[in-house]
């Protein structure tokens, strides 16, 4: 069989791959702590649950349209809206099986092959496969550790060139837990504005942020909802990273295109699910509310449990459930730390390099499991780190 270069250079996301290993020792009988999954520990808020299962009683289990039914999109935009400060009509959004369909539908309407999409790096492994994809080419630009693993403008301005279309914002970030700020915004707003680029927002982790933050969008600031798509979602937020339900906001001529995209892959979202999304957004944010502060206090035990260990440092993070330690007074590259910590210590972690070549020297420890894991986890990772 001859497989096309296309599918041949498509890339992955590695923690699927780590945590097949660690359930490979587990099937050996070994204990293993998992601090590699992305997902939140929390069961979806039951109000979301009754609402899809309803759906099902009433007998809403055929097709819908590839966008999701006018109500749904209706709430959704306000929703949506309503958190960024930005007007959003119904035909400027999309349901979708999850955030991350946005990213390629993104990449295959926007970018042709030779053109440069700007990716600040490490960073979720899924945008410069997606670029690669569709023959285009990513231009990476560093997140740095000593600017809390923000970009610098300059550095941005620096990666244009004539063949740029795209810059890839994620804010709150995986897997740096960093965000960026209103005057960061500002700035990457003037330099798209300038050169006549679209930014893809990824903002899963819009609602996971912490000390009183709050989360801002590129697409708030003036001349910029024209230039922007939104990716976001509910399986982050509200603890549904299974049932495979996000949300996409952008022009309506970009949106009219990946409806299109969508009736040639898989038509429509899950009917139900429609009822889930509406029920997620008109009904009570409590259990949003009690999940943030739970991640915080973990964020608050695992950023010094970490920085208790001899030859690590770490920063703390301002959202999303991932802390990114800097390891790289071990000598060893952070492959070969995450297999030691997995191997001696039993414990599940990403190395930064998942996240692409700028990730060496570090590791990712998600803290969306129980304070009890994270409590023997971090004891765990400091007996064998402070042996090597
Ligand atoms: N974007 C980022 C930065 C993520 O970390 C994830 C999931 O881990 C996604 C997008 C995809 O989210 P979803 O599960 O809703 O497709």
């Known amino acids: 069989m001859r497989l096309t270069q296309r599918v041949l250079n498509i890339g992955t996301e590695t923690s699927f791959e780590v945590l097949a290993l660690a359930r490979e020792l587990e099937r050996q009988g070994k204990n293993i702590v998992h601090l590699e999954i992305g997902e939140p520990d929390f069961d979806t808020p039951a109000h979301i649950k009754e609402a899809a299962k309803a759906a099902l009683d009433r007998g809403e289990t055929h097709y ?3 966008l999701a039914s006018l109500p749904v999109r209706h709430a ?3 929703f949506a809206g309503r958190q960024r400060g930005v007007e959003i009509s119904p035909d400027e959004i999309m349901l979708l099986p999850g955030g991350k369909p ?3 539908m993104t990449c295959l309407s926007l970018l042709e092959a030779g053109d440069e999409a700007i990716i600040p790096v490490p960073a979720y492994p899924i945008y410069e496969s997606a670029v690669r994809f569709v023959g285009a080419k990513p231009a990476l630009i560093p997140l740095r550790e000593e600017n809390d693993f923000r970009f610098e403008v300059k550095d941005l301005a620096a990666a244009i060139t004539p063949h740029t279309r795209l810059l890839i914002l994620n804010s709150p970030h995986n897997p740096c837990g ?4 209103r005057e960061d915004l500002v700035a990457v707003a003037e330099l798209a504005k300038k050169h006549d680029l679209m930014v893809l927002s990824d903002e899963i982790y819009a609602q996971v942020i912490y000390d009183g933050l709050k989360s801002f969008s590129i697409m708030s600031l003036d001349g910029m909802k024209e230039r922007t798509i939104l990716l976001d979602g509910f399986s982050k937020a509200y603890a549904m990273t299974g049932w495979r339900l996000g949300f996409t906001v952008a022009p309506k001529i970009l949106i009219e295109r990946f409806a299109k995209l969508a009736i040639n892959i898989y ?6 699910n429609q009822d889930a999304a509406l029920a997620a957004v008109r009904g009570p944010q409590d259990s949003v509310k009690e999940m943030v502060a739970e991640f915080q206090r973990r964020r608050d035990f695992i950023h010094q449990a970490l920085n208790n260990i001899r030859g690590v440092v770490c920063r703390k993070p301002s959202g999303a459930f991932y802390i990114f330690p800097n390891v790289k007074s071990f000598g060893k590259s952070s492959k070969e730390l995450m297999q030691y910590l997995l191997n001696e210590a039993g414990v599940a972690c990403l190395h930064g390099t998942a996240f ?3 990730g060496e020297g570090y590791l990712r420890f998600s803290y969306a499991n129980s304070m009890d894991k994270l409590e023997e986890g971090m004891r765990r990772v400091k007996t064998a780190l402070e042996r090597i």
């Open 356 to 358: 692409g070549q700028a």
């Open 102 to 104: 946005a990213i390629l």
């Open 178 to 181: 960093s965000i960026l700020t």
């Open 64 to 66: 819908t349209t590839a």
């Open 76 to 78: 959704v935009a306000e």
């Open 267 to 272: 038509s429509c979202i899950s009917v139900f």
